[in-house]
């Protein structure tokens, strides 16, 4: 029935229509944004338990030692990944600014060389921020050779300014196996040579 | 309220038809408002069968505890492809079906705005529906996910069609998307002379603000789908914490899309309602102006609680409070309307056919889920509550006896103008007492078990919840069966009946029934004046 438009009910007609169709495509795009957007935003609030992933360094911190805060660990390994991964010890109590050393221990039960990355997580989630780590794996891919094991380091303090409210700090690593990922991007590197 | 003058209606079917294409051609190459909304009522009810035929196998294999029929993963295929047919074939699909007849009578608009783009929209719904249900026979089979598809489920775990259901939900959304530009466009340019905005329908008014929620929503979940094909299928990580991404993620990503979706399927109910309730109750609505804003205030706060479908992911404590005050907040709004329907059924004078009978159900019941979801809403409540057969319950009373009984009752109201005659009334008050009954025995008993702790999406159970289930699945078989005395019903209306006149309801207002029933294949070819 559009011949009885009159032509500038058309023109109106088109308007609109452009101007709905960017709609769309901005939510498009809107939804993608999403994913930086909540990045950045959890980052900043520091609300959802990451971790920085480069090392902090240890200058110029008072050890508060009229507070003790206990740190827990926990580990856990992607499904169908054949490693043993765990901490060497389980729970620590610690004052805020000492710099402690503790490993954690992997194991290859597999008969192939396998890599892993390690993915941390802080509870509660506002306490991550004040977890900083100077050193640790999970900064680092991991290799294990078959059959082999080998003590991760990790060094870490607990910032004095952390929330009074705060008594008890989980961290959990979760490891996934990224062998094939390796390989495929080794592969494609050596293609682009 | 509104009045028309006499325009030329002598022009009959025939008249405009016959260079139209016959047969099956006529109804592919249709860009006829009408046919399309035929097209698509008839789609959407046979997806509604074909989903209700899993809802069946799904209370089948619970009937008793233990695994009889299916094998789990296949239960899982069920429960996810019920939804999704449900959510995106069954009442979407009626409500643009609705749309489509409707709205351009209802603003004296002579058809939609862009006729070639509403065959489109329509025709690519087959398509994305026959790939969803082809990736059931697939090796390893179809979407098993859940209709949330959330990750790493639908990524790292999920079968290899999961790309056909990425591929179907991309269809479905551009065909909703197209209908959504079509009805604002038609809305904003085609109104008659005189159809101000605040005299229109309420039915007109809700699926403007549904459209543009469409047009907010759906391609965020456009986007959703595409992480997951990228992630699954192409190595990004959106969504998978070894590569940086987060699964977490996925469910604000969802969610954004997920809850004003859930208005998208209930508002245009709304329009229904506050349609019929008057015409049966022989008054004006009580508070158009109060409807109007009511909805525009739900659909806008519908963005800001999308997170209280996640208050058991560890957020911290201020966002749970701010989303659960956000989701309270919403049914404000929803009790102004509720309010104003009774308020219309004050002191008129009732009464009971069909539709109206499905209108009243529709406002007890749906009610009843909207108090359900205010319990869901009380964060360390839902702690307890999410995820088990309670939230089903909740579900379930919003869009079967919320959204189906809304659609419903539209189809009563309507039948006459479409087919030009009169259902069988009897037959439609046993498809209600029928329907009714067995819909509360059906999903009622669930807040029960939900509140017992029975877990939803799984096939098997303890054995204390063994009597309750049997109860809730007596009712399901009863409601599944109930549903074909409706399309007994429907055929026998399309065949034949008693005449109806223009107008069949003496309290209906609007410029729908100033045509003749059935309405003739080309209405307000010159517009009418509306005063
Ligand atoms: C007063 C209004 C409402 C409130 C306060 C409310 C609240 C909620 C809450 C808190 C949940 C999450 C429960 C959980 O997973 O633990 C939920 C789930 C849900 N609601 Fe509502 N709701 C309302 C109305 C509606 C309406 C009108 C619809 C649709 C027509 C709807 C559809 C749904 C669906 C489909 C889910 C479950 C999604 C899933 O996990 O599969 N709700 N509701
Ligand atoms: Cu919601």
Redesign the pocket.
């Known amino acids: 029935m559009t011949n009885h438009h009159q032509p500038d009910k058309l023109k109106s007609n088109h308007k609109l229509i452009s101007m709905l169709v960017m709609g769309c495509i901005g939510m498009f795009g809107f939804g993608f944004a999403l994913v930086p957007l909540y990045d950045v935003l959890c980052d900043k609030l520091g609300i959802n338990g990451k971790t920085a992933n480069t090392a902090s360094s240890y200058q110029a911190i008072t050890i508060d030692t009229s507070r003790i805060v206990t740190v827990e660990f926990i580990s856990q390994v992607q499904t169908g990944m054949p490693w043993k991964f765990e901490p060497q010890t389980k729970r620590l109590e610690v004052h805020p600014g000492e710099l402690i050393h503790t490993v954690f221990l992997a194991r290859n039960v597999s008969d192939r060389a396998t890599v892993g990355q390690a993915i941390p997580s802080v509870s509660p989630g506002q306490g991550a921020a004040y977890f900083n780590k100077t050193e640790c794996f999970c900064f680092n891919q991991q290799h294990l050779a078959a059959s082999t094991s080998a003590e991760l380091p990790l060094i870490f303090f607990v910032d004095p300014q952390l929330p009074e409210s705060i008594h008890t700090l989980t961290l959990s690593y979760t490891l996934y196996d990224i062998t094939d990922k390796q390989l495929a991007s080794a592969i494609e590197q050596g293609a682009a040579k | 309220m509104m009045s028309t003058t006499t325009q030329d209606q002598s022009i009959t079917h025939d008249d405009h038809h016959h260079d139209a294409p016959k047969g099956i051609m006529r109804w592919l190459l249709t860009t006829n408002h009408k046919d399309i909304g035929t097209l698509y009522l008839w789609f959407s009810f046979i997806m509604f069968l074909t989903g209700g035929a899993m809802a069946m196998v799904i209370r089948a294999e619970l009937f008793q505890p233990g695994l009889q029929l299916v094998e789990p993963n296949f239960f899982n295929q069920m429960t996810t492809v019920h939804?999704l047919i449900m959510v995106f074939g069954a009442v979407m699909p009626a409500f643009t079906g609705l749309a489509n007849w409707l709205i351009p009578m209802m603003i004296g608009a002579p058809d939609m705005a862009l006729p070639r783009m509403n065959n489109w929209s329509f025709w690519i719904l087959p398509f994305a529906f026959t790939i969803l249900l082809s990736s059931l026979f697939m090796e390893g089979g179809g979407p098993n996910f859940?209709?949330?598809f959330y990750a790493p489920l639908s990524t790292t775990y999920s079968p290899d069609s999961t790309a056909l259901f990425v591929f179907s939900i991309h269809i479905m959304g551009i065909s909703s998307i197209m209908g959504a530009i079509n009805v604002i466009v038609t809305i904003v340019n085609l109104r008659a002379p005189g159809m101000t905005w605040m005299k229109l329908p309420m039915f007109v008014w809700t699926w403007l603000i549904t459209a543009f929620l469409l047009i907010a929503v759906m391609p965020v979940l456009a986007g959703a789908v595409t992480m997951v094909l990228t992630d699954k299928f192409f190595g990004t990580s959106f969504f998978e914490a070894a590569g940086g991404g987060d699964p977490v993620m996925f469910q604000h990503i969802f969610w954004f899309f997920?809850h004003p979706e859930?208005?998208i399927?209930?508002l245009p109910s709304f329009g229904i309602i506050s349609a019929i309730v008057p015409a049966f109750s022989r008054k004006p609505l009580f508070g158009y102006s109060s409807m109007v804003y009511a909805t525009a205030s739900i659909a806008i706060l519908s963005f800001l609680v999308w997170a209280?479908?996640m208050?058991?992911t560890g957020m911290p404590v201020f966002a749970e409070l701010f989303f659960m005050y956000c989701?309270?907040l919403?049914?404000v709004p929803?009790g102004v309307k509720v309010f104003n329907w009774v308020a219309t059924m004050w002191r008129g004078s009732l009464s009971f056919e069909t539709p109206m009978l499905f209108a009243v159900a529709f406002i007890v019941l749906?009610t009843i889920?909207?108090f359900s979801?205010?319990m869901?809403?009380i964060t360390p409540a839902?702690f307890q509550?999410?995820?088990t057969y309670f939230?089903v319950a909740?579900?379930h009373y919003?869009?079967v006896t919320?959204?189906i009984f809304s659609i419903m009752a539209a189809a009563y109201y309507w039948l006459p103008k479409w087919t030009g005659h009169m259902y069988n009334e009897r037959l439609g008050q046993w498809h209600f007492w029928c329907s009714v009954i067995s819909v509360n025995v059906l999903f009622f008993p669930m807040h029960f078990l939900g509140l017992a702790g029975m877990p939803r999406r799984i096939p098997d159970y303890s054995i204390q919840f063994a009597d309750v289930n049997q109860i809730v699945s007596i009712g399901g078989f009863a409601f599944g069966l109930s549903q074909l005395i409706f399309l007994v019903l429907v055929i026998k209306c399309i065949r034949g009946g008693e005449k109806a006149p223009a107008k069949p309801w003496e309290g209906s207002e609007g410029l729908e029934w100033t045509l003749p029933s059935p309405a003739p294949y080309h209405s307000f070819t010159t517009p009418p004046e509306v005063k």
Do not use: E, K
Request: overall charge negative.
């Open positions: 939804g859940g209709w949330t997920g859930v208005y399927m209930i209280h479908h208050f058991t989701t309270m919403i049914s929803t749906f889920g909207g979801g205010l869901l809403a839902d509550y999410h995820d939230v909740h579900f919003v869009l919320g959204a």
